[in-house]
């Protein structure tokens, strides 16, 4: 397994006013669980893919997080999940903003590999970078004092995200599929609305 030195840094409720983290990040997002109404959003991780991750831990009174929502809005900056459903639907719903331009590491997996039914993160950072992640403090408590054990696995949530949407992309455009991705994208802020208003159901199915 490859050893990483990653430079996590930790901020309290918003990111510094003076930071610049270039016009292409990755972002993730740690919850309560998965019922956006019910279980809060606790963190928000973002890396320049330079082995560097910055963590969010928001004030749950308030979400007031002018400097990363400025970003979230930011249509110049690109922003790279891996499921981002899940993520904008929690920003959404507590930080009232949306996300523009926005890239997802599962959907492109599902549309370039499918040689695979397995398009998660661990998998996907084994392949393209030959590392084996822990997901161990996958279910774990994000709300409170975190660990160092957490802020790494936060971290590994985003440091990768670059490299792996770089290689999907590549398969993408040498199997045609690339258009077909974009379109994906289009429709994922429309899927997350859905969501919200729980509608949780395949509407195009029969």
Not at 51 to 80: C, G
Not at 87 to 104: P, R
Not at 125 to 141: G, H, P, R, V
Not at 191 to 200: H, P, Q, T
């Amino acid at each position: 397994m490859l050893k990483m030195n990653i430079d996590i840094k930790l901020h309290k409720h918003d990111l510094p006013d003076d930071l610049d983290l270039g016009n292409l990040i990755a972002v993730d997002g740690e919850f309560m669980g998965l019922n956006v109404r019910r279980d809060p959003l606790c963190l928000i991780q973002l890396s320049t893919g330079n082995s560097d991750a910055h963590i969010v831990q928001f004030d749950r009174e308030s979400y007031n997080a002018p400097n990363l929502i400025k970003i979230f809005k930011n249509d110049k900056i690109t922003k790279i999940f891996h499921f981002a459903r899940a993520d904008i639907a929690h920003i959404k719903y507590y930080l009232k903003t949306d996300i523009n331009n926005i890239l997802d590491t599962k959907i492109a997996s599902k549309l370039a590999r499918s040689y695979s039914d397995n398009h998660s993160l661990k998998t996907l950072i084994k392949e393209f970078l030959n590392i084996d992640i822990s997901k161990q403090f996958q279910s774990s408590d994000f709300g409170g004092k975190l660990t160092d054990a957490q802020l790494k696995y936060c971290a590994n949530d985003v440091i990768f995200l670059h490299k792996i949407h770089e290689e999907l992309n590549n398969i993408l455009e040498r199997e045609k599929r690339i258009n077909l991705y974009m379109d994906c994208l289009k429709f994922l802020k429309v899927r997350v609305d859905l969501d919200l208003a729980m509608f949780k159901d395949d509407i195009w199915s029969h």
